[in-house]
């Protein structure tokens, strides 16, 4: 006999886990199912911020309101589309705040990040702070039983993601923490979870879905299900599918999303008659490639004494920029330039005192630079012919901006001068991430445009109902996340924006009652 729920959620990210706690809250049955062997999705490996806002949560910008938020994603977004309609705008401000509370209020304690502010605050309605959020310390202990189903934050352990606590106790913060609330809150609430499960089909098709086939112990288990919610992430990791949609070239090594997000679930629905958009899209982030992996650079970009060039040894962007158009700004450049990779030119300054990919400040390993993850030399020229970058262009650059540097003025991208700028120069004076490029070694690491999940999916209506081409939604099934494909079309409104419409989406389809 088939199992039998009200709610069936694909994935146990944090869209997941906050749906399955919201539907069972509301009194549903409720199954959690994850491909993984560990819960907490990419989620788990994040920053874990929220842009949440008119939270009203400690330290939040007093204020703010539905309307200022809805006046500047209007102003950010600008016309409407499919996947980014006015329905769902006014959604996501109108539960974004009232979601923060209800977290608050369920125990998951979350904070106002100091310091980071709306992508665009210069826009109306746009905030220099208090919309994004954070989540407490969260004290893995109290798992029980189910501390070994969640993902660490940093396989390999390098701690910085934990907190020391008076009397020894070591709590976890960032994504982890986000991720570890919710699996506290849904294993203790019975919420039913099963782990190393993919979903390898849809039952029904065009006309609903009435649940999932799960793969578990190499059985093929039947869950009947009134509703099912696709929390099952992008595509990011999946090799054919970014070559079918996304940007040329991309790899699926420059993600630092650390799931295994392979966009099966999207494939199914499509079949079974669901629309999709924005496929081309993803979260952009500049990223450098190290000990088999994508680490970001949004620091180490920012920093004094570094900048960015092409391979004609050019500059083309404020290097400041947030992730997202930071990522986009390497794109559009290799439209007509040899760009991908481009080049994080660094004098000895900067390796002295910034960390870079998995390397502390000052450290960086003989293996590394025989590995060619880094190059280091002795004059910019040597630099310029290790890495293949033209010399004489590279030359020209650096002149041009210690002249910059010294003057405190980029007069070619204005480094470090939009309000753009803040959440990488926090606490820095304007302008503080000029610094010139001049005291030997130099060093430089290439730049890929990698993302932190992808961002096109599964069209859904202001509910989280996926949506069929001819608009109307394909009963039963819903989607968030990484899944859906989302509203925010190829802008990022503020730091968090992915956690925050994730969570939002999964609240909304948990709370939703078909009949209503
Ligand atoms: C390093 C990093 C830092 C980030 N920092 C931030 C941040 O600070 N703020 C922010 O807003 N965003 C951030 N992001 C992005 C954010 O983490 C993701 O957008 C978000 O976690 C997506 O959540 P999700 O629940 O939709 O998907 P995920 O957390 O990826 O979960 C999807 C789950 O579905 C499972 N799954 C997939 N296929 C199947 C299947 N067939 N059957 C069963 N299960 C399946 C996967 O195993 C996975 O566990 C960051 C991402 C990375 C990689």
Redesign the pocket.
């Known amino acids: 006999m088939a199992d039998s729920y009200d709610l069936v959620v694909?994935?146990?990210?944090?869209?997941?886990?906050l749906a399955a706690v919201a539907a069972r809250r509301l009194g549903d049955r409720v199954l959690v199912?994850?491909?993984?062997s560990?819960?907490?999705?990419?989620?788990?490996?994040?920053?874990?911020?929220?842009?949440l806002p008119d939270a009203q949560a400690p330290r939040s910008a007093p204020q703010d309101s539905v309307e200022d938020a809805a006046e500047y994603l209007d102003a950010l977004l600008g016309s409407t589309t499919t996947a980014s309609s006015a329905e769902r705008r006014a959604a996501y401000v109108r539960t974004a705040g009232k979601l923060a509370r209800w977290l608050i209020s369920s125990n998951i304690p979350l904070a106002v990040e100091k310091g980071l502010g709306d992508d665009r605050p210069d826009l109306p309605g746009g905030r220099t702070g208090g919309r994004v959020l954070?989540t407490q310390p969260f004290d893995r202990g109290v798992l029980g039983e189910w501390d070994d189903a969640l993902r660490p934050a940093v396989e390999g352990g390098r701690g910085f993601l934990s907190r020391v606590l008076p009397g020894g106790r070591v709590t976890r913060t960032?994504?982890e923490a986000l991720?570890g609330h919710l699996l506290h809150r849904a294993t203790a609430n019975g919420v039913d979870v099963w782990l190393d499960?993919?979903?390898?089909a849809l039952q029904g098709g065009p006309d609903g879905i009435t649940g999932v086939v799960?793969r578990r112990d190499d059985a093929d288990v039947t869950v009947d299900a009134p509703r099912v919610l696709l929390?099952?992430?992008?595509f990011e990791r999946n090799q054919d599918l970014r070559e079918e949609y996304l940007p040329l070239p991309t790899d699926a090594a420059w993600?630092?999303?650390?799931?295994?997000?392979?966009?099966?679930?999207l494939t199914l629905a499509v079949s079974a008659g669901a629309a999709t958009a924005c496929l081309d899209e993803a979260?952009w982030?500049p990223v450098m490639l190290a000990e088999g992996r994508a680490w970001?650079l949004d620091d180490a970009r920012r920093a004094p004494h570094s900048l960015i060039v092409d391979s004609a040894g050019d500059r083309f962007f404020d290097e400041s920029l947030p992730a997202n158009a930071a990522g986009r700004a390497l794109y559009e450049r290799s439209r007509g330039m040899r760009a991908v990779p481009s080049f994080l030119v660094m004098d000895n300054r900067h390796r002295q005192s910034t960390p870079l990919g998995p390397w502390t400040a000052g450290s960086t390993p003989k293996k590394a630079l025989d590995a060619g993850e880094i190059v280091r030399a002795g004059t910019l020229n040597d630099l310029a012919q290790a890495l293949g970058i033209d010399r004489a262009g590279l030359l020209g650059s650096v002149v041009r901006f210690n002249g910059f540097a010294s003057k405190g003025k980029d007069l070619d991208f204005s480094r470090g001068e939009a309000a753009t700028a803040a959440p990488g120069d926090r606490g820095r004076r304007r302008g503080g991430s000029l610094g010139k490029v001049d005291k030997p070694a130099f060093w430089a690491v290439k730049v890929y445009p990698g993302d932190?999940?992808t961002k096109g999916g599964l069209v859904i209506d202001d509910r989280s109902r996926v949506l069929r081409a001819d608009g109307t939604p394909l009963p039963g099934l819903y989607a968030?996340?990484?899944?859906a494909a989302s509203l925010f079309k190829g802008t990022c409104p503020g730091?968090?924006?992915?956690?925050?419409?994730?969570l939002v989406e999964?609240f909304l389809a948990a709370t939703d009652r078909p009949s209503a």
């Open positions: 694909v994935g146990a990210g944090v869209a997941g886990l199912v994850d491909a993984d560990l819960a907490g999705g990419s989620t788990a490996l994040s920053d874990g911020m929220m842009w954070a960032a994504g991720a499960s993919p979903v390898v799960v929390a099952s992430g992008g993600s630092t999303s650390g799931a295994r997000n392979v966009g099966d679930l979260w982030k970001a932190s999940g968030c996340g990484g899944a730091p968090g924006a992915a956690l925050g419409a994730a999964a």
